[in-house]
């Protein structure tokens, strides 16, 4: 296995949409949202591992989740897992655990992957990682994997990238918002948009450099921990600094105003597991399309149903069709399918009325 091939595992997010299952406390990536054995973190490291040798996983998470990092992924050690002290979304953190990669291997590859996505074809995933990994290897680049857009979905942004290129490598042309309905519908018409899936490759020579064009200040901040990064004084640099920096994502830090961005359309399945209904869309159904974690179910006239508890728990339904029904610890969430956007603001109103115990 390639020794400079490294991997940054992003699992410092909270997931609040798949609330009561996911808290602050206990995030979706450390959970088994797909009953299949495996939490989302530990499918994702292992993915992963038929690629990057597993010491060159980094997982970059907020220090409230140190423990369930090393729980979880029992073959990582403690300089494989990157503290943020503070969130500052996505570019502060891939840019401090670029300058340790730096520090460690200059000529490093990296993958900047989430912890809670869900690829099925795991041999087509390495096959297009390594493709990238070649390219980034030879060009001064910035590359992305795009997945090929099933619908005009409106809840994820979308890749531009150029309709006369032959390659199965394209140069990006630019990167677009989210977009309403009838503007995804014009995207899907024209060809040439994937969806943005955050995942990244590049080598760490390039990614730092991009950061130092576009980023001077952020870039300054970090670059002044150099002499840190990798000892015992390195924790306290970034308890200092760490909450200075800028919050900003690596798309608006140097993906956007960067020139050099290809894309590869990935040819594997996959899902952001964003949402409850993301979840149910990858669930196999019982013959009432229910789907169904980790729950034994008699249903009555009830269909198109999330159903999901702990232990094996009987739930009996009648005349419901299309609500999310989740029994999490003292949370018992009955909730329309059609709204599952509000799940966010509806957090919001029962920490405010029974506590943050529950967020």
């Not at 997982?59 to 990157?82: C, D, G, S």
């Not at 677009?176 to 309905?181: H, I, L, N, W």
């Not at 993301?278 to 269909?303: F, G, M, P, Q």
Request: proline share 4%.
């Amino acid at each position: 296995m390639n020794k400079n091939y490294y991997a940054i595992l992003m699992a410092g997010g909270v997931g609040s949409r798949f609330w009561p299952v996911s808290t602050k406390s206990f995030p979706k990536q450390f959970h088994d949202m797909l009953g299949t054995g495996d939490t989302l973190i530990q499918k994702t490291f292992k993915r992963l591992t038929q690629i990057v040798p597993k010491e060159n996983i980094f997982i970059l998470t907020n220090e409230l989740y140190e423990k369930l990092v090393l729980e979880q992924l029992p073959e990582v050690t403690a300089r494989q897992v990157v503290l943020e002290p503070a969130m500052r979304n996505t570019a502060p953190c891939i840019l401090y655990a670029s300058l340790k990669i730096q520090k460690e291997n200059q000529d490093a590859l990296m993958i900047v992957a989430p912890s809670d996505h869900w690829i099925e074809d795991e041999i087509a995933f390495s096959k297009n990682v390594r493709t990238a990994f070649d390219f980034c290897a030879n060009n001064n680049t910035l590359m992305t994997l795009g997945i090929q857009p099933t619908f005009p979905n409106t809840g994820y942004g979308y890749i531009e990238f150029d309709k006369s290129s032959n390659s199965n490598i394209k140069p990006v042309k630019q990167f677009r918002e989210k977009p309403d309905y009838s503007v995804a519908k014009s995207f899907i018409e024209q060809g040439n948009f994937l969806w943005n899936a955050g995942i990244f490759m590049w080598s760490v020579k390039s990614v730092i450099e991009a950061f130092q064009i576009n980023q001077p200040q952020l870039y300054e901040l970090f670059k002044s921990g150099i002499s840190d990064y990798n000892t015992e004084t390195e924790s306290d640099f970034i308890a200092e600094n760490y909450a200075n920096a800028e919050n900003i994502s690596v798309d608006y830090a140097i993906m956007e105003p960067s020139s050099n961005v290809y894309v590869i359309p990935a040819t594997f399945d996959w899902n952001d597991l964003g949402t409850w209904g993301s979840l149910y869309d990858k669930l196999e159904k019982d013959v009432d399309n229910n789907a169904i974690v980790n729950s034994r179910v008699l249903s009555t006239d009830a269909h198109n149903n999330m159903i999901k508890t702990k232990n094996n728990k009987i739930v009996v339904v009648d005349g419901i069709s299309d609500y999310i029904i989740v029994d999490e610890n003292d949370v018992l969430l009955i909730f329309p399918k059609e709204k599952e956007q509000n799940i966010k603001e509806l957090l919001k109103q029962v920490t405010d009325k029974f506590g943050d115990k529950y967020s």
